[in-house]
């Protein structure tokens, strides 16, 4: 059997289940946004791996070495920030062609310890290999929280409210930008920011710890792969269901501008699915309510969508409360 | 500038140099085998992150899953012994292109598994990308030790023994007998041994953590580029030179009877700068002698081979104490 036949999700489920082993000392392994393994002094120590590859990832023509750096480190912050903890050191393994120009690498540095700063991460390592093929750029992230603030994948109750932060489709949108235009995009200034969704996502570490240390959230996730195949695996990690009403998915002004059937079934579905948005799903039960909207900016707002049900069921509704067929619930990596 | 005319160790220190920041639980960044945090309970959290690219560091014919397998997380754990460390937990990212066999991938993880299984090492996490170019395992493995044991590349004195363990240069040769009979080579008896040291090596935890718990190495690396090579990494680190006798470097019988050229200059030189081994190179005082040689077994000699100097340079010795000229110290990266 084919993995393009399998599907990601079902080959890492089977992977976990066939060689997952239990460790005293390793609290959560595959099937979250990042292992969790007990420090010693009974801290979590988080840690994420994450991969770009060209032609799979990035093209080289639609980015920068600095974007690409920044990107790759900016989607295991994100996971960190999905678990409620604080990046803490990031290792990071970059394979080029050996013709590569050293000012790629320089820039690629740059853009990870420029990211690095932002958000209290230090490079503590890597290494550099030679391809014939495509650029890689592979990271590792390691951060911490108090073990009992950790936030998983699982634990949405039914009657929960189901949250996202900032705005859904702009990535989606920046990707389509730059598959229409070329790299020509990244100087259009109307383009820029949803093209710059795509290729310097903002990892919400401050939401998400905020979350953590107030225990608010009952489940979170990262809108990695499209929010509803994402909110597809909370309700699974919970043995949940949910509803969420698409007119309540925050749309950017950009979104709603630029992409031609923003306000249609079709518009909405691209939003809900397109993935790489790296805002944060979570639950939190509804007497939260104020403390969460607390948590919401202007420039990162935190917004209700729906809510946990019983059933196991991800149901998105649309106009007058009909649900929207969603064949493809986001990416697929196979 | 181009990075092939730079060299990884350079582009690594000048990586290091640039980007490298001050953290309070950052004890050893890029530089050494691992990275070293420090845990909130007093231990050193070791992380290193190791990568293999098909067509750079294997071939498919040549070798197969399971043994790509274990080989990634070998490398890596060769890096915690060579810290004097012990082994927790290992993150995977694989890049396979979309047609691969679902079994090549399991092949791959219970490789992976197996290795991890005999040295104590669990599977945290990992993901998995769709790739149209080369095949790529990257493995990050974390482990630890006892703060005060740990054992850097920097610390050699002069006067200091040199010791290696095992045999080297049959890695080398059997990716010398894999160049020239492909995959069959696998299957020759007499081929088996150095074979098997190239495809699936043995990375020499035990000896690794009995020197640091016993505080008896001064400076130890892993033999993983040559010996030549990581014998200056730890001169350099430790701002120290080194001599060794090139008779008294351990070479296996089936190299000296495969290799023609065993017993002459170009024989020695290919074996000292062939990479690898994985085997642990390190220095202790000579009052250390007794308590080593107990470390050492048929399986795994620990044997000395020179001397460390006050000078910064590197002198092998072949007949008669006269140095042997090396040109090229062991494998490069670009």
């Known amino acids: 059997m084919k993995l393009k036949e399998i599907g ?5 489920k089977e992977l976990s289940r066939e060689f997952s082993r239990r460790h005293r000392r390793l609290v959560k392994g595959i099937g979250d946004d990042t292992s969790v393994t007990l420090q010693a002094g009974g801290r979590h120590l988080l840690a994420t791996t994450d991969i770009l590859i060209e032609g799979t990832h990035f093209k080289r023509g639609w980015t920068t070495p600095y ?38 690498l320089d820039e690629l540095y740059r853009g990870l310890s420029d990211c690095g700063k932002e958000h209290g991460a230090v490079l503590a390592g890597g290494n550099t290999a030679k391809t014939k093929g495509a650029v890689m750029v592979a990271t590792t992230l390691f951060g911490e929280a108090p073990a009992q603030e950790t936030v998983y994948r699982s634990g949405a109750g039914p009657g929960d409210v189901i949250y996202v932060t900032g705005c859904i489709g702009d990535a989606a949108l920046g990707l389509r930008l730059l598959k229409k235009h070329g790299g020509a995009a990244l100087k259009r200034t109307a383009f820029r920011k949803p093209v710059m969704r795509q290729l310097d996502p903002s990892p919400r570490m401050s939401v998400g710890r905020s979350l953590a240390r107030k225990r608010l959230a009952t489940a979170m ?14 309700c699974e990690a919970g043995a949940v269901g949910a509803v969420i009403d698409a007119r309540r998915v925050p749309l950017s002004a950009e979104f709603k501008r630029l992409f031609p059937a923003a306000g249609t079934t079709d518009g909405i579905r691209r939003a809900l699915t397109g993935g790489e948005d790296y805002e944060l799903l979570f639950s939190a039960p509804e007497k939260a309510a104020k403390k969460i909207s607390a948590l919401s900016s202007r420039d990162v707002p935190v917004t209700p969508i729906g809510v946990i049900t019983r059933s196991k069921d991800v149901c998105v509704t649309f106009t007058a409360g009909r649900p929207l067929k969603i064949s493809r619930a986001g990416f697929e990596h196979f």
Do not use: C, H, N, W
């Open 8 to 12: 990601e999700d079902r080959i890492i």
């Open 221 to 234: 996730i990262d809108v990695s792969d499209g929010l509803v195949l994402d909110l597809k695996r909370l």
């Open 67 to 104: 974007l690409l750096g920044r990107k790759a480190l900016s989607i295991s912050l994100s996971d960190v920030a999905a678990m409620g903890g604080e990046p803490l050191f990031y290792l990071v393994s970059v394979a080029l062609p050996p013709d590569t120009e050293k000012q790629f």
